[in-house]
């Protein structure tokens, strides 16, 4: 942790490795947890996926709502082998779509110590190529 | 408003209720307001809709573009009965969607206490489940 | 650049001017210099588009995946005379759709002096309506 005349700069990763290839996460806990230990009292944290076939949102802790948005982001960015990206010998363009979909990042307001959240916001990792390890940096910046 | 060793933090809530289901609402003479009260000179206001139904961007302030875009949230993540959210007794799944879809907030950057927008660019509230009330977090921080 | 008890603002402007009507440039480098020039070591840089037609994405720098990402904006948000936009005279209504679909900022975190970006993360700037002058704006905020 950084400290200069009351600024507070912390950073930490959380890491991932999902059991399915598209998988939603809520790290809320973790996020609180992480703002508890850096001792930030108001400013922002910013929550950043750091593989590009992954993203962070903010939405609803409601399985069938999960299942809907897992179909949409199918619907609107399709596995499909026919992308270009499959000619470096990968098969995740769908993935990498998908991200760009959903946001990689948020920034979460911090306000009396506390995530200040809506009453229904929870923050989710979504996990579109899933099955290994994967990183989230967690950075907060603030008084 | 924390201020600690010429750091300033300040939060404040918007609150709308608007007339229809969905509605696109120019907020940027708000988040100019609040930028001066808040005294900051440089730095960053996020800009975050706290409900999981509504969003914010910026674009546009010209009512055939909002039209269009209206137009494609709606085309992209229609009303539809047959959401697995709506077994909740919810019937708002294509709001969830549209929130993902536009995003949900956005960081302004602070300069010389002004806004520091390009010159088109309007920050708009967009409804996608309305006729209640709903807040919205403004949070400065920077000098 | 402000500076107060330790806590640094900084600003800085980049211009583009494509030659395609659609383009994605990579401008990880530049960011890292505007890094360097700031001397921050810790805190977030803002980088955001401030035209209403161009965008800012962090993803794969893969001349595949790039093509792809470009037939996937076009067909989630198509070029179409018929945009309620276009009565103004304007013809770049999908442009508009475009900015919103990619998203229009990024906030990078910066540890160490250093961009803190995951191992194949690149900052790109995402041209919708090229051809003439437009700005980004980078702000860096932190220790």
Redesign the interface.
Known sequence: M?V????K?H?KYLWFETNQRREYIRITDEVQQFCDESGL????I?V?????TAGI????W????I???DN?VER??PEDPS??????GEDN?DA??K?????????I?V?KGKL??????QIFYAEFDGQRRK?V?L?A???
Chains 1, 2, 3 share one sequence.
Do not use: C
Not at 4 to 7: P, R, V
Not at 48 to 52: D, E, G, K, L, Y
Not at 62 to 65: F, V
């Open positions: 950084a200069q005349d009351g600024l700069a950073t009292k108001d400013g922002f910013l950043s996926a750091m593989h590009i949102y903010v939405n609803d409601e399985n069938g709502l299942k809907d948005i949409w609107l960015a992308y270009h990206h499959h000619n470096t363009g990498h779509l991200r760009i979909l959903i946001n990689h990042q948020v920034t307001p306000t200040d959240l809506g009453p229904w916001e990183r940096i950075k910046l603030g008084i």
